[in-house]
């Protein structure tokens, strides 16, 4: 678990930072909630930090630690959920980006592994109406493209949690966090209009919905490699010259 925290020291960063044309910071946003059976209360932390790794790996960024805890009320009702509210999560992640433009990192890619922290947009388009450049990642459009691409069956609507996609990741990235069970846990609620309402706990007993059974270490690499191709747009976007790519927002569906 050591390579969730980046090694760097402070000359390691300013190295980095001499040889590109603006510093950008790469935020993973996780969570600690409820996964089912055979998936850890950390798994959005993981999923996120493996996206994270993967794209330092492939660009010249400022990997910062990870949020562990953030917006999971919708998973209340099973043990070990522990959320922060919205306002709170707004208040750390621009107080992080704000402290980095202190230290010279005028840029900031926020990862998030939660599809839950939707504040997260907000944070986003406030941060980039006022002229910082800060991104949200992926999108539900670099999910698509990495989820056709790594040879996953199920669809991003099917696939909402503890599913195909996660337990790819996880597989890949972190295989020892898999407890058995995941090979025999599919369930599908593709109808969850009153989630908001009624929480996961009104679509399922388990805490899964998705298809899990369906995951592979092949499709975990596959995707981290495709979310990582596609970071090169937003990396490009921030680092531009042009201040007009500051206002430019992103959405996601983490």
């Not at 909402?160 to 609620?189: K, N, Q, W």
């Amino acid at each position: 678990m050591s390579d969730l925290v980046p090694a760097d020291t402070t000359e390691d960063v300013r190295t980095r930072g001499a040889g590109v044309s603006r510093q950008v910071a790469v935020l993973p946003v996780g969570s600690f909630e409820q996964h089912g059976a055979f998936l850890p209360l950390a798994t959005d932390t993981l999923v996120a930090c493996a996206v994270a790794r993967e794209i330092a790996g492939a660009y010249p960024v400022h990997l910062l630690p990870p949020v562990t805890i953030s917006c999971s009320h919708e998973h209340a009702a099973w043990p070990g959920t522990v959320s922060i509210s919205s306002v709170t999560l707004h208040a750390v992640v621009r107080d992080i980006a704000a402290s980095l433009r202190r230290s010279g990192v005028e840029a900031l890619v926020v990862v998030n592994g939660h599809g839950g922290n939707y504040v997260l947009g907000n944070v986003v388009q406030e941060s980039s109406a006022r002229g910082e450049r800060m991104a949200l990642f992926p999108a539900a459009e670099d999910w698509e493209e990495a989820r056709e691409r790594a040879g996953v069956v199920t669809s991003l609507l099917t696939d909402m949690h503890a599913g195909e996609i996660e337990t790819s990741i996880l597989l890949h990235a972190h295989p020892e966090m898999l407890r058995p069970g995941y090979e025999t846990s599919d369930f599908v609620a593709d109808d969850r209009r009153h989630l908001l309402t009624l929480g996961m706990s009104g679509y399922t007993d388990s805490g899964v919905i998705g298809r899990p059974s369906l995951g592979s270490v092949e499709k975990g690499k596959e995707l981290l490699a495709s979310l990582a191709d596609s970071f090169g747009a937003y990396f490009s976007m921030l680092t531009s010259a042009d201040d007009g790519a500051a206002s430019t927002s992103d959405g996601a569906d983490g």
